[in-house]
């Protein structure tokens, strides 16, 4: 019922004199007008809020951004721009953060499958070094390593049987995981004889990676504790404790803060030598808020004594979210940011597809009609960064706003691109 709460709105977001609602000094309705919806607005200045807050807690050089969270070359420029490093699972995610003008020595290769090739790309550009996931990684990176004739410097994922009381398909610490090298059954140790026995792998330190989406992070705080007990005998210089600060959703979430984050974290590490390097990789933490999607309602349909739907020119195709882990989102009217939100429906998007729900049961102004635009905030994660071309629905186009001003960094797809994979 209650009007959306600013806090779950970008840091520049405001309601100007008229009502409406403007991010980076540009009204939504202006932005949605000029560029279609769906669209992706990205505040840049709460960007770059977050990497600074970051980088004060734990050092610029210790926050590694997780770019799968949400990449282009103009994010990858203002993350490297913030002072952070860059976290690339992939060869295309590397090759964009290279092609953005990301020093390789800026970016940290993670993948629980990397193949010959992505080593290969990644030894050759110099990345500042590989986080190794199994041990037939270990034995296709000493064969590429020798192949350049390089020393490699490595961090071994380390599983610590712990859960992130989070969805399950966003934890990833515990024991039966795919990523990693298990601690509880010996693997984690063996790993690291196996590359202390290596003349061309050079073992930096370990890296571990609970899950996502964490809202407590004392729970962060003792997997961190389980890895440190194993971490501190072994005499390293270079500790990576993961990403997986939650942000808040919805109205009933609560998230903390990058600074309690950091103070967890010095806590749980305090009792290292000082000259161990800490490092964070926080994703969603940096990108989430800082964004909303901006739709078009195109249809109502009210069933009475079960439910109405809204139907909105997007959905999974731009935010599989709901349809992979059950996400919640609230959504608003930018041109109404202050109305009451008295009425219950189902959001959904244009695929065939039943499960194609944007929101399962989102409150909405009782002005919301066909041709109102409907923005869901909190969608800078995982939603472009999933974005497919599911029903040859083309992908929204992304802009950042600041001071007034809106650039495009991913333009809207045309037709015309759905043939650009054809053979001739
Ligand atoms: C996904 C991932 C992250 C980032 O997770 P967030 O929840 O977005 O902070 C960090 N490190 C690794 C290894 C990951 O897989």
Same mark, same amino acid.
């Given at each position: 019922?209650?009007?959306?709460?600013?806090?779950?709105?970008?840091?520049?977001?405001?309601?100007?004199?008229?009502?409406?609602?403007?991010?980076?000094?540009?009204?939504?309705?202006?932005?949605?007008?000029?560029?279609?919806?769906?669209?992706?607005?990205?505040?840049?200045?709460?960007?770059?809020?977050?990497?600074?807050?970051?980088?004060?807690?734990?050092?610029?050089?210790?926050?590694?951004?997780?770019?799968?969270?949400?990449?282009?070359?103009?994010?990858?420029?203002?993350?490297?721009?913030?002072?952070?490093?860059?976290?690339?699972?992939?060869?295309?995610?590397?090759?964009?953060?290279?092609?953005?003008?990301?020093?390789?020595?800026?970016?940290?290769?993670?993948?629980?499958?990397?193949?010959?090739?992505?080593?290969?790309?990644?030894?050759?550009?110099?990345?500042?070094?590989?986080?190794?996931?199994?041990?037939?990684?270990?034995?296709?990176?000493?064969?590429?390593?020798?192949?350049?004739?390089?020393?490699?410097?490595?961090?071994?994922?380390?599983?610590?049987?712990?859960?992130?009381?989070?969805?399950?398909?966003?934890?990833?610490?515990?024991?039966?995981?795919?990523?990693?090298?298990?601690?509880?059954?010996?693997?984690?140790?063996?790993?690291?004889?196996?590359?202390?026995?290596?003349?061309?792998?050079?073992?930096?330190?370990?890296?571990?990676?609970?899950?996502?989406?964490?809202?407590?992070?004392?729970?962060?705080?003792?997997?961190?504790?389980?890895?440190?007990?194993?971490?501190?005998?072994?005499?390293?210089?270079?500790?990576?404790?993961?990403?997986?600060?939650?942000?808040?959703?919805?109205?009933?979430?609560?998230?903390?803060?990058?600074?309690?984050?950091?103070?967890?974290?010095?806590?749980?590490?305090?009792?290292?030598? /000082?000259?161990? =390097? *800490?490092? %964070?990789?926080? !994703?969603? $933490?940096? @990108?989430?808020?800082?964004?909303? +999607?901006?739709?078009?309602?195109?249809?109502?349909?009210?069933?009475?004594?079960?439910?109405?739907?809204?139907?909105?020119?997007?959905?999974?195709?731009?935010?599989?979210?709901?349809?992979?882990?059950?996400?919640?989102?609230?959504?608003?009217?930018?041109?109404?940011?202050?109305?009451?939100?008295?009425?219950?429906?189902?959001?959904?998007?244009?695929?065939?597809?039943?499960?194609?729900?944007?929101?399962?049961?989102?409150?909405?102004?009782?002005?919301?009609?066909?041709?109102?635009?409907?923005?869901?905030?909190?969608?800078?994660?995982?939603?472009?960064?999933?974005?497919?071309?599911?029903?040859?629905?083309? /992908?929204?186009? =992304? *802009?950042? %706003?600041?001071? !007034?001003? $809106?650039? @495009?960094?991913?333009?809207?797809? +045309?037709?015309?691109?759905?043939?650009?994979?054809?053979?001739?």
């Amino acid at each position: 019922m209650d009007p959306i709460e600013l806090r779950l709105l970008p840091d520049t977001a405001l309601i100007e004199p008229a009502g409406e609602l403007s991010i980076g000094g540009c009204l939504v309705s202006s932005l949605a007008a000029q560029f279609g919806t769906p669209l992706f607005i990205y505040d840049e200045q709460h960007i770059r809020n977050r990497c600074r807050e970051a980088a004060e807690s734990f050092g610029a050089g210790n926050v590694v951004y997780a770019t799968k969270a949400f990449l282009c070359t103009e994010m990858a420029k203002l993350v490297h721009e913030e002072g952070l490093m860059l976290d690339v699972a992939t060869g295309g995610e590397l090759f964009v953060a290279l092609s953005a003008g990301v020093p390789a020595n800026r970016c940290v290769l993670h993948g629980n499958n990397k193949s010959a090739d992505e080593l290969h790309y990644a030894i050759r550009e110099g990345v500042h070094h590989i986080v190794v996931d199994s041990f037939d990684e270990l034995e296709r990176l000493e064969h590429v390593a020798g192949f350049h004739g390089a020393q490699v410097n490595v961090q071994l994922r380390i599983t610590p049987g712990v859960h992130a009381h989070t969805h399950e398909f966003v934890s990833t610490g515990q024991d039966d995981s795919k990523f990693g090298f298990n601690m509880g059954n010996g693997d984690a140790m063996q790993a690291v004889e196996t590359v202390r026995r290596s003349s061309r792998l050079n073992l930096i330190g370990l890296h571990f990676h609970i899950g996502s989406n964490v809202l407590d992070i004392e729970h962060l705080g003792k997997a961190i504790d389980v890895m440190v007990s194993f971490f501190a005998p072994l005499g390293l210089s270079d500790l990576t404790v993961g990403g997986g600060l939650g942000v808040a959703y919805v109205a009933s979430e609560h998230a903390p803060t990058m600074e309690q984050w950091g103070t967890v974290v010095r806590r749980a590490t305090a009792s290292l030598p /000082k000259d161990v =390097v *800490v490092r %964070v990789e926080p !994703g969603r $933490a940096i @990108v989430a808020s800082s964004a909303m +999607t901006v739709y078009t309602v195109g249809t109502q349909k009210d069933i009475p004594g079960v439910r109405s739907y809204v139907a909105v020119d997007g959905g999974m195709s731009d935010n599989p979210r709901p349809m992979m882990y059950g996400s919640g989102y609230e959504a608003f009217m930018p041109t109404l940011p202050s109305a009451l939100r008295p009425r219950n429906v189902r959001v959904v998007g244009k695929h065939c597809e039943s499960g194609d729900i944007v929101i399962e049961e989102a409150q909405v102004p009782a002005e919301l009609e066909v041709g109102s635009l409907l923005a869901t905030p909190v969608t800078g994660a995982y939603g472009y960064s999933m974005a497919s071309n599911y029903n040859m629905v083309t /992908k929204p186009a =992304v *802009v950042f %706003v600041k001071d !007034g001003q $809106a650039r @495009v960094v991913r333009r809207r797809e +045309t037709y015309e691109d759905l043939l650009t994979l054809n053979p001739n």
